[in-house]
């Protein structure tokens, strides 16, 4: 049997991570929501999550994000950058923060597969 796809979302405001969780909870698909980087390190570390959801807002704001942190805990995490609004910069910005993928709201699993194809199989697997 297929393992779940295990998400993070580590957004200071907790209440903005609470509603992508809601809209990421399916079958196949466990989600949780980190307000702090020690907590986001220690879901991804601990329950060995796949995928780190992050405001890209927050990352073009804060030069010093700490990313590099987040994947030495775990290598093949993949990182998800998503805005609240359109951006048309979106090479730019997977180029210049190293995000594995980008996606704008509304944040549905169908969304997050669009901008990170390699977990369709996966979440089609285990959602069935």
């Not at 980190?34 to 073009?60: F, G, M, P, R, T």
Request: proline residues 5%.
């Amino acid at each position: 049997m297929a393992q779940p796809l295990r998400l993070v979302i580590f957004d200071e405001d907790l209440e903005a991570a609470k509603s992508v969780v809601a809209s990421l909870s399916t079958d196949g698909v466990v989600v949780y929501a980190a307000s702090d980087l020690d907590e986001a390190h220690q879901l991804i570390s601990l329950l060995q999550h796949d995928v780190l959801l992050v405001d890209v807002e927050k990352l073009i704001c804060t030069p010093n994000y700490p990313l590099q942190t987040l994947r030495q805990a775990k290598p093949d995490l993949k990182i998800v950058g998503i805005s609240r609004g359109q951006r048309g910069d979106t090479g730019l910005l997977l180029d210049m923060l190293g995000l594995d993928g980008y996606m704008h709201g509304p944040v549905t699993p169908e969304a997050l597969i669009i901008s990170l194809p390699e977990i369709a199989d996966r979440y089609l697997m285990v959602s069935w």
